[in-house]
């Protein structure tokens, strides 16, 4: 069963879930290809399917980021309620290109 905490060299942290990890890395991976694909083809960027996909990219790979940032910091509280702001200000205006573009 693995620990939610460890201690290397002195120092304690938290260990970050498996589901949160290979999230943050599966979209890192597909942001790339999606951004260029966004970017040279001036057809496809108004392409509401696409916009959604790369919308939802973003949104699991910065709350993901942010998140794993949460669990390194001592005030846990805030840096979670910066994480959800920041979620819902991004998924607000996401939101609104997608449906008006």
Do not use: D
């Not at 970017?39 to 790979?61: D, K, Q, T, V, Y």
């Amino acid at each position: 069963m693995p620990a939610s905490s460890r201690t290397v060299y002195g120092r304690e942290f938290k260990v970050t879930p498996v589901w949160m990890w290979l999230l943050q890395r599966a979209s890192g991976v597909l942001l790339g290809p999606l951004v260029a694909l966004h970017i040279w083809a001036p057809a496809m960027a108004g392409n509401r399917a696409l916009n959604a996909l790369l919308l939802a990219i973003i949104l699991a790979h910065g709350y993901t980021g942010l998140r794993r940032v949460a669990v390194k910091q001592n005030k846990f509280g805030v840096t979670m309620a910066i994480t959800v702001a920041w979620c819902a200000i991004v998924a607000f205006f996401g939101v609104l290109l997608v449906i008006y573009r």
